[in-house]
């Protein structure tokens, strides 16, 4: 029994080694007020989306300059022919995995053909 946890320790510190961290550990929240905002759309976001910040009137940071809304121009549209060739031609298609996804899966691979063969070893060696 106690030459086991060492095995277990491996292999659960070369799962951890691999894989690296799952998740990114969430920023804690802060309370914001109008100083942390440049432009009063911004605060109202936040605000809309968090109704326990700022004013109860309903309008968030209203001392704050606003952006400017521009109307573009019309755009005139060409139509341009499409490729025939298919995937060929730019249209779909995967190009297979990343170079660093090769690397990490036969990387994952040989890690566990060495547990694999170490716990071999290793129940041959209790057995005799």
Known sequence: MKKRIPVLCTTALTVLLAAGP????????????????????????????????????GIACDNLPRRVVTVPSPVIV?????????????LGGATGPADFEVALG???????????????????????
């Open 22 to 57: 799952a998740a990114h550990a969430a920023p804690a929240r802060t309370d914001l007020d109008c100083n942390d905002f440049t432009f009063q759309e911004d605060a109202q976001a936040e605000f809309d989306r968090d109704r326990g910040q700022g004013r109860h009137h």
């Open 78 to 90: 060409t139509q341009t022919p499409l490729p025939t060739r298919g995937v060929r031609g730019g």
């Open 106 to 128: 036969a990387g994952l691979a040989v890690g566990a053909l060495g547990l694999t063969a170490g716990f071999v070893v290793y129940r041959r060696r209790l057995s005799r």
